[in-house]
């Protein structure tokens, strides 16, 4: 079945690095969506990403899409301590009929002021 | 806050016993997901409902089941507990089942709830 993995699994970097997490299908995707779980929360969504090659920005936030839309990434320029959490990236697989969503593994992010 | 609800927040059991996780969607949402999120399997979609039905299937037990209503909130019932099953449970909703449904080139992001944590003792 479709396998959707990321890397790193963690990463603690000082406040005001930079950070970014990919995310690798089994399959090629229909689209990718991001989510963003802090400790002790659920997870909220972040962003889709739909076309091949999809680039789109959200304030320090950068989500990618792969050409072949089968990976993608986001990376976070100057972390601050409130990026804390556990980053997930979730496909559907191309040609899936419903909205079932595949989750990454995911990247937990720890940011030392 | 979401929008979404799920009780209880808590639920300490013994193995072999059965619970009952409820959910209600947000106002408006006919579409809702059960998922498992545990420290080594990660999120695992479970079940989809749409508007009463069983839309899809993921990696859930048969010893778990699901409905929705037809008020549109959702239960999961988990039986003959084992301790692997200790887990957040998470529900999520979104407006449509699916692309087809929505008419829209874009899926429908999905709202999740505060969870409800199950420890099977």
């Known amino acids: 079945g479709q396998q959707v993995m990321q890397i790193p699994q963690y990463q603690h970097v000082q406040e005001g690095e930079d950070f970014t997490t990919y995310c690798n299908s089994s399959t090629t995707l229909s689209n990718i969506q991001w989510y963003k779980q802090r400790p002790g929360g659920h997870p909220v969504f972040l962003i889709q990403?739909?076309?091949?090659?999809e680039v789109k920005k959200q304030k320090r936030l950068t989500f990618q899409f792969g050409e072949a839309k089968k990976n993608s990434s986001l990376h976070i320029t100057a972390t601050q301590t409130t990026d804390v959490g556990t980053y997930f990236c979730a496909g559907r697989e191309y040609g899936g009929a419903t909205n079932k969503l595949i989750f990454g593994t995911g990247t937990l992010l720890a940011v030392q002021p | 806050d979401s929008g979404v609800t799920q009780t209880p927040k808590h639920l300490i059991t013994a193995t072999g016993q059965r619970v009952t996780l409820r959910c209600s969607p947000r106002?408006?949402?006919?579409?809702v997901y059960w998922y498992q999120q545990s420290l080594d399997q990660g999120l695992q979609f479970l079940i989809q409902?749409?508007?009463?039905?069983?839309?899809a299937k993921g990696n859930i037990l048969e010893r778990f089941s699901a409905q929705q209503f037809p008020d549109l909130h959702s239960e999961l019932n988990l039986s003959s507990l084992e301790l692997g099953d200790s887990a957040l449970y998470f529900c999520a909703s979104s407006a449509f089942p699916d692309r087809a449904t929505s008419g829209r080139a874009e899926y429908n992001e999905q709202f999740f709830g505060p969870g409800t944590r199950l420890t099977v003792l």
């Open positions: 409902y749409y508007n009463g039905e069983e839309r």
């Open positions: 106002s408006g949402d006919l579409s």
């Open positions: 990403l739909v076309k091949s090659g």
